[in-house]
């Protein structure tokens, strides 16, 4: 099944059952905003709602009518669908501890649900939509297309929020940095200079496979963020980091 055609499915379920509109969330509209969207083999999708967990299990059911699908719900309550060598993920919603009050702070009195979520996320970049005819690119935190076209990494809310509200986002940072070219921006380094320690909410498994995809990426870059928030002594020492690592300690003596 072709992609839009695979799409056009999601939307007729969404109508059928009633769900809020789903839209394409994350990497695929980042990447398309920058102009380097090529292959499309991991779709992020999101109602805004709990209407997302819905859709996403009556599309696993529309679709093993003709194809082999396979549906997972994974640890932070987010649903994956693989069709093919295709994967998409339905949000989990997840809405930081008090949002609607911290969002009033910065003047969004009536956040919608979609507010709530995109606010909600890692970093500005990642908080773009896509309609599921890969036509239009929303922006609704009014942030992402500024941040993409200034390469530079920023979290939705201040960092204090955003980088300890959820697991990985501190190490993720500095993966996407590197993956995508951006700086980080200055608040960001701050923040995590004074507290390494949040970059240990992360899982091991996480910390090992994005700190040696960062280096894979940019290892000039991974070395420079690293030493300037402070985190060598939070973060797994492996074969690809250690070089960097007796090189910074050398230097330290």
């Not at 055609?5 to 990447?31: F, N």
């Not at 779709?43 to 997302?52: A, Q």
């Not at 921006?185 to 240990?200: L, R, Y």
């Not at 498994?205 to 690293?226: H, Q, S, T, W």
Request: glycine fraction near 6%; hydrophobic fraction near 35%.
């Amino acid at each position: 099944m072709k992609l839009r055609e695979l799409l056009g499915v999601l939307q007729k379920t969404a109508t059928e059952i009633g769900a809020s509109t789903p839209m394409i969330c994350g990497g695929v509209p980042r990447d398309k905003r920058m102009g380097k969207l090529e292959n499309i083999a991991d779709l992020d999708i999101t109602t805004g709602d709990k209407s997302v967990d819905y859709l996403s299990q009556e599309f696993a059911i529309k679709l093993r009518q003709n194809y082999n699908v396979t549906r997972k719900t994974m640890e932070d309550g987010h649903s994956t669908i693989f069709v093919g060598s295709l994967k998409m993920d339905f949000s989990s919603n997840f809405m930081v501890h008090n949002i609607d009050h911290i969002l009033n702070q910065i003047g969004i009195a009536n956040p919608t649900n979609m507010q709530r979520e995109m606010y909600s996320r890692d970093l500005t970049c990642n908080t773009l939509l896509m309609t599921l005819d890969l036509k239009k690119i929303l922006d609704p935190i009014g942030r992402g297309f500024k941040d993409i076209d200034n390469k530079i990494i920023n979290t939705c809310l201040s960092p204090e929020i955003t980088l300890t509200s959820n697991r990985n986002r501190v190490i993720r940072i500095i993966y996407l940095a590197c993956k995508l070219g951006f700086n980080v921006d200055k608040s960001i380094v701050e923040f995590v200079k004074k507290n390494p320690q949040t970059a240990k909410i992360s899982t091991e498994k996480v910390m090992n496979e994005k700190i040696d995809k960062a280096f894979g990426y940019d290892p000039d870059r991974a070395n420079y963020l690293i030493t300037q928030m402070n985190l060598w002594g939070y973060i797994p020492i492996t074969k690809t980091v250690y070089p960097y690592y007796t090189k910074y300690t050398g230097e330290r003596k």
